[in-house]
């Protein structure tokens, strides 16, 4: 697809999944910012990976807001030069994405990390194991549930524990 | 996941053998077999203690000044000071002058430069490594993130100063040192070598 | 012949880091590749989450601790996206100075490194002698070799100081001649040529598939380069070209970067005729004051407590020297980052690592993984 624009694009995403996808208003930074829906993310991954020329999975990332998880991917297509922004929210209790990875290998460990960082589960992923923190540690680190402390009151707390 | 925790509360997993408080540490019939031995091996071992102990102490001047002046540091990087450690040994600075000599295996090393933040996730890799050495055997911990965890002691990853797992001869301040002062380091320690000789 | 797991790491000559590849080998043939990491994690992005926005700086030069000042950028550049602030154009072009010597010496830095590994000695007392030549001019205008702190949100620290672009410009002449030096060292070699030619290969629809990005994917042949294609700060008014090879090996790797180094030095040469002409100041004036007041000790304070600041999403992705970097910065009104998600490169090329290392020999491991150029501090954060 060659005559491909951002203004085609997304309004064909649009009609295409219906409901399940929302253009969300865009920064200058990214060519656009796409909110799908949970359950129909592999599809619509597909459609910008084949259609779209986004070839390219730079980032997938996760933020906890406390009420929601929301799970961010950033995607490069080499022929509209710019990121586009899709995000999927997930409930806090048991998180879970369809895994993206059948489409770019490349989320594999971008997923590995955020179920280590942030405990959300993708299902299909092949392999998710933690990959930064050890096997076998009890938390998610990135929740803001999870505090920092001085290595002191750490001591000392354990001290009293 | 979990609501609350005391997250970075990691523990240090030393090799403790678990052991029955109602079963004594040396079985008796062992005891008995001790006490049942002969005196004239007794008499052999004391006699080549003997012999060992004065050898020591005769060649041990000559260890001392041959050990301290080809300190072998184990070639290793961990973090940022793994490169003004590689910079000490390059064309500027050139630390091999002080027969100081980069080796790959912990077998041939005396020397451990922690050279960067220890995580607990290496921490065990770390202990295996230093119990690998041979004796004698010295420790510097270059920077700060060895010294006392640097400016990620507030982590919940990482050992806040990596004297929380070996015994640490010499501290090298800096974030990272400059290689002069991981020079230095090295050279105070083979004063602190020297003075021990006595 | 039966097949088994080797362990190469934590501490291996190969590994220049704290990484573990495990390699499933039948005889001398690697059948599959197993990486672990995660033993330099040291947090950063929590840690972000608990520091004011300028108290940052100081981690981002050591998540890489060898390309230290384009972290800094990476991360200011998301920062002032997300607070909605501009740097003066005298501040820019310091910057792209700064990322163009930190390229240099990088690449130089893995220069010696690398040719270390396969096998000739004197690339590394070359490579570490003249990257400490531009260590020294780091150093003339940050204070530092390595740790810099020296960008600012709105700007940088200081200016450069009296007669170094002269100095600068000296160093860039001795560059001029020690490049087709580097070069004529390896190309000469057989060793070099026999232990890098055809081995590694990654192609270029693998290497797009697996997030594979930086001198790797361009010596596969893809023609890609953010600096010139999602062009940030001042790199559109700068004139260079972006090297790409044909060849997805060792050897077309080594070739990306060679060319990089020049293209560096003559950017670097721009940049310096610039800054010689537009005096001016190099930080901008309305910066709000909490981005850089002194912190609290970390678990004292809310860090979702709002000051009536504008909320804001920055993003910024960068062709830093190992590839695509990117950084993500949530602003949500107070005093921190409510998030700051950094991507690294180096952590996408480890993970791709079974592709590019299954059907060669044990032998071949040294040559193809320095090939990536690895970081472990920038991939385990």
Redesign the interface.
């Known amino acids: 697809m060659t005559d491909l624009t951002l203004a085609t694009l997304l309004p064909a995403l649009e009609s295409r999944f219906g409901p399940d996808v929302k253009v969300l208003p865009s920064r200058k930074e990214v060519l656009g910012v796409v909110q799908v829906k949970g359950e129909r993310l592999v599809e619509v991954a597909r459609f910008l990976h084949d259609q779209g020329t986004f070839t390219h999975c730079a980032l997938v990332s996760g933020v906890d807001w406390i009420e929601h998880i929301e799970v961010l991917y950033h995607l490069w297509s080499d022929a509209l030069k710019g990121y586009l922004e899709l995000t999927v929210e997930t409930a806090p209790e048991e998180p879970h994405v369809p895994s993206v990875t059948s489409v770019w290998r490349g989320a594999n460990w971008h997923e590995r990390e955020t179920w280590d960082m942030l405990g959300v589960r993708f299902d299909g992923h092949p392999d998710l194991r933690r990959v930064l923190m050890p096997e076998g540690y009890r938390f998610h680190p990135l929740r803001k549930s999870f505090e920092l402390h001085e290595p002191e009151e750490l001591e000392v707390k354990a001290r009293h524990v | 996941m979990n609501a609350t925790n005391t997250s970075g509360t990691a523990r240090i997993i030393t090799h403790v053998k678990e052991t029955d408080p109602m079963e004594p540490e040396v079985p008796f019939a062992e005891v008995e077999a001790v006490q049942s031995k002969e005196y004239i091996p007794v008499i052999k071992e004391t006699l080549t203690g003997m012999i060992q102990r004065g050898l020591d102490a005769a060649t041990k001047p000559v260890f001392n000044w041959a050990g301290r002046n080809s300190l072998f540091p184990l070639h290793w990087g961990l973090a940022c000071c793994a490169i003004e450690f590689a910079a000490g040994f390059g064309a500027r600075w050139d630390g091999e002058r002080f027969g100081v000599v980069p080796r790959s295996s912990p077998r041939q090393c005396d020397l451990l430069i922690v050279n960067g933040t220890v995580t607990w996730k290496l921490s065990h890799k770390l202990i295996t490594l230093w119990e690998q050495m041979p004796e004698p055997k010295w420790a510097i911990a270059m920077g700060n993130c060895a010294t006392g965890g640097g400016p990620f002691r507030t982590a919940y990853s990482v050992v806040p100063g990596v004297n929380k797992l070996i015994p640490v001869d010499v501290y090298i301040a800096g974030c990272p040192p400059r290689p002069e002062a991981m020079l230095d380091g090295i050279l105070r320690l083979e004063r602190l070598i020297r003075e021990r000789r006595a | 012949m039966s097949e088994m797991w080797i362990n190469m790491g934590?501490?291996?000559?190969m590994t220049?880091?704290?990484w573990n590849l495990r390699v499933k080998v039948d005889g001398e043939l690697i059948v599959d590749a197993d990486p672990e990491?995660?033993?330099?994690?040291?947090?950063?992005?929590?840690?972000c989450e608990?520091r004011r926005y300028n108290e940052v700086v100081?981690?981002m030069d050591?998540t890489c601790?060898?390309a230290g000042i384009a972290w800094e950028q990476l991360y200011i550049m998301a920062a002032e996206?997300a607070l909605n602030i501009n740097p003066p154009p005298r501040a820019e072009y310091v910057r792209v100075l700064s990322q163009e010597l930190q390229r240099l010496s990088s690449h130089v830095?893995w220069y010696?490194?690398y040719v270390q590994d396969i096998g000739l000695m004197t690339p590394?007392?070359?490579?570490?002698?003249d990257?400490?030549l531009i260590l020294d001019l780091f150093q003339s205008y940050t204070g530092a070799?390595?740790?810099y702190e020296f960008m600012r949100v709105g700007g940088v620290r200081n200016d450069v100081p009296v007669g170094f672009t002269d100095r600068c410009r000296k160093v860039m002449d001795w560059f001029d001649q020690r490049l087709p030096e580097y070069e004529k060292v390896c190309d000469n070699s057989t060793i070099f040529l026999e232990r890098t030619k055809g081995i590694g290969v990654l192609k270029a629809a693998d290497c797009?598939?697996?997030?594979?990005t930086g001198p790797m994917l361009r010596a596969a042949g893809?023609d890609?380069d953010l600096r010139r294609?999602?062009p940030y700060s001042v790199y559109p008014e700068l004139d260079f070209d972006v090297a790409v090879y044909d060849a997805p090996d060792c050897y077309g790797r080594y070739r990306v970067r060679m060319e990089e180094m020049k293209q560096s030095v003559r950017i670097v040469r721009q940049v310096l005729d610039w800054l010689d002409r537009n005096p001016g100041p190099v930080l901008a004036e309305k910066v709000p004051r909490f981005v850089g007041t002194p912190s609290p000790?970390?678990?004292k304070e809310i860090y979702v407590e709002r000051r009536g600041y504008p909320k804001g999403?920055?993003?910024?992705?960068m062709e830093e020297p190992h590839g695509?970097a990117?950084a993500?910065i949530?602003n949500e009104g107070a005093e921190h980052p409510?998030?700051a998600?950094l991507?690294s490169p180096v952590?996408?090329n480890i993970?791709?690592s079974k592709d590019y290392l299954v059907g060669y020999r044990v032998s071949d491991i040294p040559a193809i993984m320095g090939s990536v150029d690895i970081c472990?501090?920038e991939s385990?954060?």
Do not use: W
């Open positions: 934590p501490q291996h000559p220049h880091g704290l990491i995660g033993y330099l994690h040291r947090g950063i992005e929590k840690i608990y100081t981690l050591r601790y060898v996206e830095m010696a490194a590394f007392l070359y490579g570490m002698r990257r400490d070799r390595m740790t797009v598939n697996d997030g594979v893809v890609r294609d999602r000790p970390p678990g999403r920055g993003f910024s992705a695509e990117m993500y949530i409510y998030r998600k991507r952590f996408v993970a791709a472990v501090g385990d954060r």
